[in-house]
């Protein structure tokens, strides 16, 4: 089982930039790929960006690609994503989340575990 706690989250104006965290328990995180997605009021849970186990493969969704860099730390057991640029279509909750697999997906349904979630929320 591999619980995901993120913190990080909260209000920047356009153009700012949030650091978001997410730790994990369990001793299979090092091997796990790990994911961030987003989900804004209405509208359905979608891709951020994703991690392999060891950090060598990065996945971005288009929309944030070059604004946003994805990094993990496995002797901390946590993953972090570094938001710069911030714009008001980046608001969303921003969710963690953990796969049985070392590298990482896009979809939603290859992720076994998930977090709570963290808001984001972009003044303009």
């Known amino acids: 089982q591999v619980q995901l706690v993120e913190s990080g989250g909260g209000l920047v104006q356009a153009g700012g930039s949030l650091r978001l965290s997410c730790a994990a328990s369990?001793?299979?995180?090092?091997?796990?790929?790990m994911g961030w997605f987003r989900q804004a009021p209405g509208k359905e849970r979608e891709f951020v960006v994703a991690?392999?186990?060891?950090?060598?493969?990065?996945y971005y969704a288009v929309s944030v690609r070059g604004r946003f860099t994805i990094s993990r730390d496995n002797a901390k057991n946590t993953v972090y994503l570094q938001m710069n640029s911030l714009k008001p279509e980046d608001t969303a909750l921003y969710y963690c989340?953990?796969?049985?697999?070392?590298?990482?997906?896009?979809?939603?349904?290859?992720?076994?575990?998930w977090g709570q979630g963290t808001q984001v929320t972009v003044s303009s």
């Open positions: 991690i392999s186990w060891n950090g060598g493969s990065t």
């Open positions: 989340a953990a796969r049985r697999d070392s590298f990482g997906s896009a979809r939603i349904t290859d992720y076994d575990y």
């Open positions: 369990g001793r299979t995180f090092s091997s796990s790929a």
